[in-house]
């Protein structure tokens, strides 16, 4: 846990080879980030860098035409891919992504937000995070790749096996 202040900014195209270096390992898809800014360009997410000491920390995407059709049919935005760095977690920077986001889709006058947590246990500091922050079931049960699923299907417990969660802005 370091004291060290931080900020969060939105990601500009010359972030985008030390995003892909941070997240080696995290994100295998090296386009990713480049498929990301592009998007960001046409208004379609946001991405917001938490940066500490210099370096990045974390980052959040802010997508406002997700995948989850529930939330993509009611113009709920969806905060996606949170992630900061094993460095530098328990220092509030998870909270203050969620919060940057948030501020983002109040800006854009929606008036709810969604996430998806996973929910195998090593996801449990960030669905007590949401739930602290006000984040809420939307009531649809668990989704595997923001499909539903349905009773007695069968499918992997990994980070695709979600709980869908909304908050009122």
Not at 4 to 24: C, H, N, W
């Amino acid at each position: 846990m370091s004291d060290l202040p931080f900020y969060i900014r939105t990601m500009r195209g010359d972030d985008v080879s030390a995003l892909q270096e941070f997240a080696k390992g995290h994100e295998n898809n090296p386009e990713y980030f480049l498929t990301s800014l592009d998007e960001q360009l046409q208004d379609k997410r946001v991405v917001l860098i938490a940066f500490q000491d210099g370096a990045i920390a974390g980052y959040a995407h802010l997508n406002f035409f997700p995948l989850y059709q529930p939330f993509r049919s009611m113009g709920i935005p969806e905060i996606q891919d949170l992630y900061v760095h094993p460095d530098f977690r328990r220092n509030g920077i998870g909270e203050q992504l969620v919060t940057a986001c948030e501020s983002r889709a109040w800006v854009e006058e929606v008036s709810h937000i969604g996430i998806g947590v996973g929910v195998a246990g090593n996801f449990g500091a960030a669905q007590r995070l949401y739930a602290r922050m006000g984040y809420i079931p939307d009531g649809a049960g668990v989704v595997f790749d923001r499909q539903s699923v349905s009773v007695g299907e069968v499918r992997a417990v990994d980070d695709r096996l979600c709980l869908m969660l909304l908050k009122t802005l």
